[in-house]
């Protein structure tokens, strides 16, 4: 049945969250995965993040194995009193001097071996020299880091003729709520690309969010034009294990477009056997099982067809503006037409950028 457009709605907000979520998923799979959360209330929304303290680095410059300077190229995790392990050997931490990243070692610690050290080598804390009725050690602090993005404006507008509602439009019994179902498919198409491919962006009342792809920054993979396979994928599983993200569970998901899916469908297909009851041929791969675990495959064309994204659903939110949910207004007659608009405002809170991935320059 259709809506009846009144006198009495012109200028009132009508929520169409509910409509937009009903939308085709294959259009807009992203909104359907996530769905919407509690609004925030400012637009420039802001969270905090916190982690622990690294353990690891590498060495910078080889060492012979009687040098007793090591430069690291991240002296973060290390302090005075610290013993640390580079291959077999492990050295105890005397001095840092954090301007040049050089840590001052006594080597061959508790007996072990010193040996000459590779440029890239790893160096991992491995505990602190405990003293009986030593003194409280001195502590220290990682402050929590702050992370932010815009909320974005999408907006779309629907305008009917005089003329036009007065004729008749085969199939279609209100031209008006037609037309604004159509816009409403637009935007969310532009709320879900905004959401994947947004770059956060601020001029005067101008402002958009951060999407995916611009938020994760470390663990991200350039394939070099080599197509996807086993390995690739496990390696952006294992960086994403190697900070931390599997630590909670999480919700993990691996998204990509149809060339993508088709390339992961198509992986090992040699050793599928089809026994000759089966009366159906072909192959398509909806899960994907790693040495990390069993991961959902999403397709979503929104994506650039030489990328996959692997991300916790749990660490993500897609927040409105507050009292600025996708809603309709109706503006009534306006001259010879009839016009309403359709508003919503919404940000991306994405969480624990180094519990997500991205493969990128795929074949």
């Known amino acids: 049945m259709p809506r009846i457009y009144t006198t009495d709605l012109i200028g009132k907000k009508l929520s169409v969250v509910d409509e937009i979520l009903l939308l085709n998923p294959h259009q807009t799979p992203?909104?359907?995965?996530?769905?919407?959360?509690?609004?925030?209330?400012?637009?420039?929304?802001?969270?905090?993040?916190?982690?622990?303290?690294?353990?690891?680095?590498t060495v910078v410059g080889a060492k012979l194995a009687t040098d007793t300077s090591v430069v690291v190229a991240n002296a973060e995790p290390f302090r005075v009193g610290h013993v640390v392990k580079i291959g077999d050997e492990l050295l105890y931490v005397s001095a840092i001097n954090t301007g040049t990243k050089t840590l001052t070692v006594t080597r061959g610690y508790a007996s072990t071996t010193?040996?000459?050290?590779?440029?890239?080598?790893?160096?991992?804390?491995?505990?602190?020299?405990?003293?009986?009725?030593?003194?409280?050690?001195?502590?220290?602090?990682?402050?929590?880091?702050?992370?932010?993005?815009?909320?974005?404006?999408?907006d779309d507008s629907v305008e009917i003729t005089g003329t036009a509602e007065a004729v008749t439009q085969y199939g279609i019994s209100d031209l008006y709520e037609y037309e604004k179902q159509?816009?409403?498919?637009?935007?969310?198409?532009?709320?879900?690309?905004?959401?994947?491919?947004?770059?956060?962006?601020?001029?005067?009342?101008?402002?958009?969010?951060?999407g995916i792809r611009n938020f994760i920054q470390t663990n991200v993979t350039d394939a070099a034009g080599a197509g996807i396979d086993g390995g690739k994928l496990n390696d952006a599983l294992q960086s994403i294990y190697e900070k931390g993200g599997f630590a909670s569970g999480g919700n993990y998901k691996i998204i990509v477009g149809a060339k993508q899916k088709r390339a992961i469908s198509a992986l090992d297909s040699?050793?599928?056997?089809?026994?000759?009851?089966?009366?159906?041929?072909?192959?398509?791969?909806?899960?994907?099982?790693?040495?990390?675990?069993?991961?959902?495959?999403?397709?979503?064309?929104?994506?650039?067809?030489?990328?996959?994204?692997?991300?916790?659903?749990?660490?993500?939110?897609?927040?409105?503006?507050?009292?600025?949910?996708?809603?309709?207004?109706?503006?009534?007659?306006?001259?010879?037409?009839?016009?309403?608009?359709?508003?919503?405002?919404?940000?991306?809170?994405?969480?624990?950028?180094?519990?997500?991935?991205?493969?990128?320059?795929?074949?």
Do not use: C
Not at 314 to 339: C, S, V
Not at 341 to 350: N, W
């Open 30 to 57: 992203l909104l359907n995965l996530i769905g919407f959360s509690d609004a925030v209330t400012q637009t420039s929304h802001q969270w905090f993040e916190d982690e622990m303290f690294g353990d690891d680095s």
């Open 114 to 154: 010193a040996a000459a050290i590779a440029d890239g080598a790893k160096i991992e804390v491995q505990f602190v020299e405990g003293t009986e009725g030593a003194d409280a050690r001195s502590a220290r602090f990682k402050a929590r880091n702050s992370v932010s993005n815009y909320t974005q404006i999408f």
């Open 182 to 210: 159509k816009k409403q498919v637009e935007l969310a198409l532009s709320l879900e690309k905004a959401l994947i491919n947004g770059v956060a962006y601020q001029n005067g009342n101008v402002r958009q969010m951060r």
């Open 270 to 363: 040699n050793k599928i056997l089809i026994a000759q009851s089966e009366n159906s041929r072909g192959q398509k791969v909806d899960h994907f099982v790693s040495d990390f675990g069993q991961f959902e495959i999403v397709l979503n064309n929104n994506l650039d067809a030489k990328e996959a994204i692997i991300t916790d659903v749990n660490r993500m939110a897609i927040r409105p503006l507050a009292g600025r949910e996708f809603f309709h207004k109706y503006l009534g007659e306006q001259g010879d037409y009839t016009r309403g608009i359709l508003v919503g405002e919404y940000t991306l809170e994405f969480r624990q950028e180094k519990a997500h991935a991205r493969i990128k320059g795929l074949a």
